[in-house]
């Protein structure tokens, strides 16, 4: 089961980190999300790629438009990737079963009431917003 909470946080700079969309589950499977969309994984990877490049890095709490937080960290996880990484750093074991495709994000928090629903549990996780067009399976 894919875990799309927030993962981690660093109290002392206001940081929060985790998956905030996923298109392939480490084991290869399709990822459904609560609103029973799904994405291919080129697609998740061009839109991370054009958030970041366009300097959308805000974050706001349920889609408000008010920007609480400002994006820090992203990184589009897939196998080659990850595999190069490892091997950048000195790992030479055997490459990594990873079959997925997920965006890792980290968001500082600006706002201290925020903060505090983070802390909290109150606000768990990440929600993007973006336009598709639908198709049906």
């Known amino acids: 089961m894919a875990d799309l909470h927030i993962l981690k946080t660093d109290d002392d700079q206001?940081?929060?980190?985790?998956?905030?969309?996923?298109?392939?589950?480490?084991?290869?499977?399709?990822?459904?999300?609560?609103?029973?969309?799904?994405?291919?994984?080129?697609?998740l990877e061009k839109a991370f790629y054009e958030m970041v490049a366009e300097g959308h890095?805000?974050?706001d709490v349920?889609?408000?438009?008010?920007d609480v937080s400002t994006l820090v960290e992203?990184?589009?996880?897939t196998p080659d990737k990850l595999n190069a990484?490892?091997?950048?750093?000195?790992?030479?074991?055997?490459?990594?079963a990873f079959?997925?495709?997920?965006?890792?994000?980290?968001?500082?928090v600006n706002d201290e009431a925020t903060?505090?629903?983070?802390?909290?549990?109150?606000?768990?996780a990440f929600s993007i917003e973006g336009r598709c067009e639908r198709v049906t399976a």
């Not at 990484?85 to 990594?96: A, C, D, F, M, W």
């Not at 079959?99 to 500082?108: E, H």
């Open 74 to 77: 992203c990184f589009v996880a």
């Open 99 to 108: 079959k997925g495709s997920a965006a890792w994000v980290g968001y500082r």
């Open 14 to 43: 206001r940081l929060v980190f985790g998956v905030a969309s996923l298109a392939v589950t480490s084991d290869g499977k399709t990822y459904t999300d609560l609103q029973d969309d799904q994405i291919e994984p080129a697609v």
């Open 115 to 124: 903060w505090r629903r983070v802390k909290a549990g109150e606000l768990k």
């Open 62 to 66: 349920n889609h408000d438009r008010i």
């Open 85 to 96: 990484l490892l091997k950048s750093v000195g790992y030479t074991g055997e490459p990594i």
């Open 57 to 59: 890095g805000g974050g």
